[in-house]
Structures are given as structure tokens and as C-alpha cells.
T-cell receptor, first 109, second 114 residues
Framework: GQNIDQPTEMTATEGAIVQINCTYQ??????LFWYQQHAGEAPTFLSY??LDGLEEKGRFSSFLSRSKGYSYLLLKELQMKDSASYLC??????????WGAGTKLIIKP | IAGITQAPTSQILAAGRRMTLRCTQD?????MYWYRQDLGLGLRLIHY???????GKGEVPDGYSVSRANTDDFPLTLASAVPSQTSVYFC?????????????FGPGTRLTVL
């Protein structure tokens, strides 16, 4: 079966750095996505990785290792507004997105 | 303003009633999707459409139907609602001609079936 695993919840301090991990087992691979979802709102696109390595976009970076079935989202200089759920999703061989359950990130002052 | 709209924002429905959730996008995206999101679970695909006139079943299609008469609209119908269909429903769209085929989401419909 297809599976995406990510921690249920993480806590971090304002101004610090946090890494959210995602491991996956899917039938085929056509890219990995990270989305941010604030409570009661829609998911919004953060990043896309299809090749191994690190993609940096401002305070957010995303890393992919296809051989290990592993990705992480790195958030630097955390702000209170970063409190949200972060969703990992993999596009499989049928070009369907398989979603993880999401990681709820709590930022403390 | 470009984007995806969904209606209604929320709805309380009696079991056995028929309900249509509306979704409209103005980005001229060819592909559209319906997901449900339940606490502790990832987004689950209900139905999708790769282009106007075609639809396909996702992971959890039972009890739901869709149509795609044109590019912009993708309504989701619950023929006879049951309490297990209580969920938050998100519509999304993407341009599969883009290399990343990124999906963009509507604001969601919170549905409660009693």
C-alpha cells in the first residue's frame, strides 16, 4: 500500500529553527509537495521537490532524498504566524497526490 | 480575483437528504479535484476530473457523484447523505500542463450530517 508518515505534532520556540520530517512509500514518484494549512483554512502550496537536494525559498527550505523515501521541511527564524499544520504529499505513478495526515506545529513565545 | 470559490461555507444536513457542493475556478485549469479532510487523516481524494467532460474515481468515491460540464465548474453531489459524510470538503484545481502540476485549494465546505 501507499503510505506517508510525518509526526503528528511538534513544538518550537519563536525565532528558532524546526525540521519536519516526512517518509513515504508510494507506487511511483512524480514529485513531493509541502503545504501549509492554518486552522480552519485551506492548504496553501509551499514547495515542490522532484530531484534530490535542497530547495530554498526564503525562511523555508525543503529537502528530498528519493533513494531513502525521505523529505524534510526546514523553517528558520520561526514566527508566531508559522503556527499551522504542514502537509506532505507525494505524486504517485498515476499523477495522484497521496497525502500525509499533517504535522501540527505549535510555536511558543 | 483569480482563484477557487466553494459554496456553501458550511451546512447542517439531515441524513437521507440530497446535497450539492459547488466549486468554481477562474484560472482555466484543466484538472479539478474533490477531497475530504477528517481529523487525524490525510486529505482523501473523492473524485477528480482531468478535463471538461471526463471524471474519475478517487480513493473514497462511494456515496458521491460529480460532473464536469465545463472548465470552470465541478459540483459534488451527495445523493443521500449519511453521518459518516460529516467532514470538511475541499475543491482543488491544477494545470497539468505545468511541470509541477501544483494543486490550488478552495476555502472548503464544512458539512455536518445529522
Amino acid at each position: 500500500g501507499q503510505n506517508i508518515d510525518q509526526p503528528t505534532e511538534m513544538t518550537a520556540t519563536e525565532g528558532a529553527i524546526v525540521q519536519i520530517n516526512c517518509t513515504y512509500q508510494t507506487s511511483g514518484f512524480n514529485g513531493l509537495f509541502w503545504y501549509q494549512q492554518h486552522a480552519g483554512e485551506a492548504p496553501t502550496f509551499l514547495s515542490y521537490n522532484v530531484l534530490d537536494g535542497l530547495e530554498e525559498k526564503g525562511r523555508f527550505s525543503s529537502f528530498l532524498s528519493r533513494s531513502k523515501g525521505y523529505s524534510y521541511l526546514l523553517l528558520k527564524e520561526l514566527q508566531m504566524k508559522d503556527s499551522a499544520s504542514y502537509l506532505c504529499a507525494v505524486m504517485d505513478s498515476n499523477y495522484q497526490l497521496i497525502w500525509g495526515a499533517g504535522t501540527k506545529l505549535i510555536i511558543k513565545p | 480575483i483569480a482563484g477557487i470559490t466553494q459554496a456553501p461555507t458550511s451546512q447542517i444536513l439531515a441524513a437521507g437528504r440530497r446535497m450539492t457542493l459547488r466549486c468554481t475556478q477562474d484560472m482555466r485549469h484543466n484538472a479539478m479535484y474533490w477531497y475530504r479532510q477528517d481529523l487525524g487523516l490525510g486529505l482523501r481524494l473523492i473524485h477528480y476530473s482531468n478535463t471538461a467532460g471526463t471524471t474519475g474515481k478517487g480513493e473514497v468515491p462511494d456515496g458521491y457523484s460529480v460532473s464536469r460540464a465545463n472548465t470552470d465548474d465541478f459540483p459534488l453531489t451527495l445523493a443521500s447523505a449519511v453521518p459518516s459524510q460529516t467532514s470538511v470538503y475541499f475543491c482543488a484545481s491544477s494545470d497539468s500542463r505545468e511541470p509541477t502540476d501544483t494543486q490550488y485549494f478552495g476555502p472548503g465546505t464544512r458539512l455536518t450530517v445529522l
